[in-house]
């Protein structure tokens, strides 16, 4: 079965499947965004476009959770789009933009729509992140942008308030384009945003898709400094704005956040603890960063001789745990791991807990 596959059986079972494949959130959702987009629904607000700015106090929200004073907005059917929209707008035919593997490589295939081609560093080594001198080392004359992407999907890696600044700097001396691609912001305490170093060229990627869980409901935004957000217009095609339930619902996420993200926060360590005993106990298996400053990391299964997509294919249809085998995240290094989300139910981790050494066992003999 391919990977297409595995995502059709997943959805046809979803209510008895551990969604543990695209680093989604299936914690308990918080009441008030519930209330939110029941509220919305019973008041019909769908009758209407929304207001192309955004229903009143989102985008002010937004640059409250990201204490930014000044960044103009465009929300967008979840961050994937507004990453789409700034590599159509800024790239050309030729440029390049620099990124690393792995990666979340669905932005890789956007930068070559828009002619462009996204060069891939290479980070499955230590310190598993484009350092500073990593980038120096893979710039040409033909890149125009940086990708970096905090905390790493998949690696789960985050980067040092000293590695933004030392990349910021680079963008600035190029005078390139920096997409912070700030997706999995809320799992990591520590993280810097790349605007605080390069506000002139940054544009970030903003998401309510992971800390909320809100995937389903397609929202997200890409800020910038004004002149930058309104060369990014020309590529908007939400006119007519995007689904107001789910701006409803993102407003309501950023009110509750005090609420809801500590308890988020702790089932993901308290998960990681429980998987990194269970890959402790598999030969071979092991994993590269830890811990993960997102809600999901890599198994390292190289030394194991065992085919990722093989674990990703039983875990799924004899366990019914969905995991991710890492060919898509990495051309060069997606056939050495699996890569498993663990904002889930502390039952559901337990099943990956119980399920994981029985199908490698089986799979190594
Ligand atoms: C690094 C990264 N950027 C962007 C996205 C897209 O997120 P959204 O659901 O907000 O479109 C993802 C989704 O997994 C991701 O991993």
Known sequence: MTSKDNFEFAHEHRKEVAWMSQNTNTLPVHPAILDAIRRSADDREFNLYPRKAGIF??????????ALGEADMILTNGGIEGEYIATRALLKPGDEALSTDP??????????????????????????VLTP???????????????????????????????????????????????????????????????????EKTLLSYSFSK????????????????????????????????NVLAQRAALAAL???KEWLPEVRRVCEQNQETIRRTV?????????????????????LAPTGVNPEAVEERLLLDHYVHTRAGSYLSKTHGGKFLRVSF???EADCKRFADAFPAVMDKLAA
Not at 103 to 126: C, N, S, T, W
Not at 155 to 177: N, T
Not at 215 to 234: E, F, H, Q, S
């Open 280 to 300: 402790a106990k598999v030969d071979g298996a092991s994993l590269p960063v830890f811990p993960s400053k997102a809600n999901m990391f890599v198994i390292d």
């Open 343 to 345: 904002t889930v139910p």
């Open 57 to 66: 106090g989102l985008p002010e929200a937004i640059r409250a959770d990201l």
């Open 255 to 257: 009110h509750a956040k």
């Open 211 to 242: 800390g909320p869980g809100l995937a389903g409901m397609r929202i997200g935004a890409i800020l910038g400094p004004p002149d930058a957000i309104k060369a990014l217009r020309k590529y908007d095609t939400n006119v007519l704005g995007v």
């Open 103 to 128: 990666a979340f490589l669905p932005i890789h295939d956007q930068v070559a729509m828009a002619g462009a081609h996204a060069v891939e560093a290479d980070i499955y080594r230590k310190p598993y």
């Open 133 to 199: 001198e990593l980038a120096l080392e893979s710039l040409t004359p033909a890149t125009k942008m940086l990708l970096v992407i905090d905390p790493n999907n998949p690696l789960g890696s985050g980067y040092a308030r000293s590695q933004v600044k030392g990349l910021a700097e680079i963008a600035k001396d190029h005078g390139l384009w920096l997409i912070d691609d700030i997706t999995y912001r809320d799992f990591n305490a520590d993280h810097v945003l790349a605007t605080d170093f390069y506000p």
